[in-house]
């Protein structure tokens, strides 16, 4: 749930945050909602809420229909706008769909969002896995084989902090991994440069993932592919797939880093 009223700083926008946390009240479990509901998951007050909804549907973010409300696809344009900003997806799609190619397999890339992953990129296959992934799509990260590879390259402290975090996936019964088990495991990740998630977010999903670097070295997203564990073996999947993929995933971080390096500055106009 939603919490209003956590600003501390002089500048903090209460109305801006109430309005995200109604946008963010929408999920795989709550597509469509009435107000009570919104408000309920939102931790707002019903006449808040209302006011919020009608603002957001102004907008063209919400739209109703016979007392319930529900998101439009220009939410999609919020996330969109954070992925082109990066520049990474531009530098990463056609390596992304080259790996899909050659593999037959789905390929991802994600980000860390507190203690879950968050799906920014996707090129897929038409197979059916246990999961439904989109872009925006989010799991707790200790239990996927992207996840592993962010929290690898967090140092002690900052990786305590997020995993202090809960989940905000919406999936209940995973992500609760002993702590010196995982800890084991991401120095292991670490020092080989790849993840592997067998069967642990879902039954029948496996997949193995690599860092995507940046000029400095920080790992700033994770590539996968993904297989059904039906159809291919770890086996398999480490011999035949993981080095196809190592190899996008240096490819799409030295071209990162050339990117971040261009000489360019932006002037006003006028200037």
């Known amino acids: 749930m939603a919490v209003a009223g956590r600003g501390e700083g002089p500048d903090f926008v209460e109305a801006l945050a109430r309005g995200l946390d109604i946008l963010s009240a929408f999920d ?7 107000l009570s509901e919104v408000a309920a998951v939102s931790g707002l007050a019903r006449p808040t809420a209302r006011r919020l909804l009608l603002t957001l549907q102004e907008l063209g973010y919400v739209r109703s229909d016979e007392g319930s409300f529900a998101l439009t696809p220009r939410v999609l344009e919020l996330g969109i706008a954070y992925a082109s900003s ?3 997806w531009g530098i990463a799609r056609p390596h992304l769909e080259a790996l899909v190619r050659q593999t037959g397999e789905s390929s991802s890339m994600a980000q860390l969002d507190g203690s879950d992953i968050v799906y920014v990129a996707r090129v897929s296959v038409p197979k059916i896995i246990a999961l439904r992934v989109d872009i ?3 799991f707790p990260a200790a239990v996927t084989s992207q996840g592993k590879v962010l ?3 967090l140092d002690p402290a900052a990786l305590a902090a997020v995993l202090s ?3 905000r996936s919406g999936l209940t019964g995973v992500g609760d991994v002993p702590r010196a088990a995982l800890t084991a495991e991401l120095s292991q990740i670490r020092a080989r440069g790849w993840a592997l998630a067998d069967e642990e977010l879902a039954p029948g999903v496996r997949s193995v993932a690599a860092p995507v670097r940046d000029g400095a070295g920080r790992v700033l997203a994770a590539m996968n592919v993904t297989v059904h564990a039906a159809e291919t073996s770890t086996e398999d999947l480490l011999s035949r797939h993981l080095p196809v993929l190592l190899r996008t995933a240096s490819t799409v971080s030295g071209e990162w880093a050339l990117w971040q390096s261009r000489p360019h500055v932006e002037v006003a106009a006028g200037s």
């Open 28 to 34: 795989a479990r709550h597509p469509q909602m009435s």
């Open 86 to 88: 990066l520049g990474l």
């Open 136 to 138: 925006g799509s989010r």
């Open 151 to 153: 929290l690898a390259d």
């Open 165 to 167: 975090q809960p989940t």
